[in-house]
C-alpha cells in the first residue's frame, strides 16, 4: 500500500511540474539587426524593428553568428524569455544571413 501511495504522489508531482516549463516554451523570432559584443564579451542581438535584446548564451549559437558581429544580419531563430528574469535568451539559430 505504501508503494502505491509513494507512486501516486510522484506521478501526481510530475503532472504538475511540466504545467511551469509549458510558460517558458521557446518562440521563433524572425528579424533584421546587429550582433554586437557588450562590455562583458556576451553576445547580443539587437532587433532593429523595436529595439529588444536578445542575449545569446550557448557555444552553438555563438558559431553559427561567427564573423557577423557588427554587421546588419537577418535571423531565424529561437527565443526563451523567463518569467521574472530581465533579459530575453537566444537559444537556438535556425539561420542567419548578411542583409545586402
Do not use: C, H, W
Amino acid at each position: 500500500m505504501n508503494r502505491i501511495t509513494l507512486l501516486s504522489l510522484l506521478t501526481l508531482g510530475a503532472f504538475f511540474s511540466n504545467f511551469g516549463f509549458a510558460a517558458e516554451e521557446a518562440v521563433k523570432l524572425q528579424a533584421t539587426g546587429t550582433f554586437i559584443k557588450n562590455e562583458k564579451g556576451a553576445l547580443v542581438f539587437t532587433n532593429d524593428k523595436d529595439k529588444k535584446k536578445y542575449y545569446a548564451f550557448n557555444k552553438g549559437t555563438i558559431e553559427k553568428v561567427g564573423d557577423l558581429t557588427d554587421k546588419k544580419v537577418k535571423i531565424i531563430a529561437k527565443i526563451k524569455k523567463k518569467e521574472g528574469a530581465k533579459i530575453t535568451l537566444m537559444t537556438y539559430i535556425v539561420s542567419v544571413k548578411p542583409v545586402k
